[in-house]
């Protein structure tokens, strides 16, 4: 069964360091999403791509934070510079269409990150 | 917008048990509903959604939901309770757009 692949899965850091996170989603699927997960919360959306396009970054902050899907393919997540603030979970989803309420997202083992 | 909200933060059984999770949502528009289980350290896994139709969901490892509009309500519920099932279990919502909004989780122990 095809899944959504993330590396690495554990990263740990200092502050003010930049750090930067993969992900590979399911074959063919043209919606990518990135998501925050603090400790004891549900995720929260930061960005979502259709394709090679960014559809909603409105809950990215983009002072420290970038994403990017050169190919529409797989995604990178940067975070520079790290602060304390910033350790959670990150996953990544991808869904086939992503148009459509009732498209499904599929999720990979996520990131989780310590910043020091 | 769309919105869930979890009753219960933290739910234990016994195994063999009833497993009830709560879930009530608020939309505007008819709203699409999931609900996902997260082992530790792991990503999010489907375990059914509500689109159209028929109101009671059955999904994997035997968990089932209803969808109840009137009550706004679609709570999640397991005949009886596993050591595998201890988990964290997240209640989605969606609306015509793809914008997921999740609940804070319930967080589900289960007792020998």
């Known amino acids: 069964e095809a899944e959504v692949a993330q590396s690495p899965r554990y990263k740990i850091t200092e502050k003010s360091q930049a750090v930067a996170f993969w992900c590979d989603p399911i074959?063919?699927?043209?919606?990518l999403y990135w998501y925050r997960q603090i400790l004891g919360q549900g995720p929260e959306l930061l960005v979502q791509f259709q394709d090679e396009s960014v559809v909603d970054d409105s809950q990215l902050p983009k002072d420290r934070f970038s994403a990017e899907r050169l190919k529409g393919v797989d995604s990178t997540l940067k975070i520079q510079p790290a602060e304390l603030g910033d350790s959670a979970m990150y996953l990544c989803a991808s869904s086939p269409l992503g148009d459509s309420g009732t498209d499904t997202q599929y999720f990979g083992p996520g990131t989780r990150l310590t910043v020091l | 917008a769309q919105s869930v909200t979890q009753l219960g933060s933290h739910v234990s059984v016994s195994e063999g048990a009833l497993v009830l999770l709560r879930c009530n949502y608020s939309?505007?528009?008819?709203?699409?509903l999931f609900w996902y289980v997260q082992y530790p350290n792991q990503g999010l896994q489907l375990l059914l959604k509500?689109?159209?139709?028929?109101?009671l969901v059955k999904g994997i490892n035997g968990f089932e939901a209803e969808f109840k509009k009137s009550e706004t309500s679609f709570h999640l519920t397991k005949p009886s309770a596993h050591m595998s099932d201890a988990a964290e279990y997240f209640c989605?919502?969606?609306?015509?757009?793809?914008?997921?909004?999740f609940g804070a989780g319930t967080r589900l122990t289960v007792k020998p």
């Open positions: 989605a919502v969606k609306g015509n757009n793809n914008d997921m909004r």
């Open positions: 509500y689109t159209t139709g028929a109101t």
């Open positions: 939309s505007s528009v008819p709203p699409y």
């Open positions: 074959s063919g699927h043209a919606t």
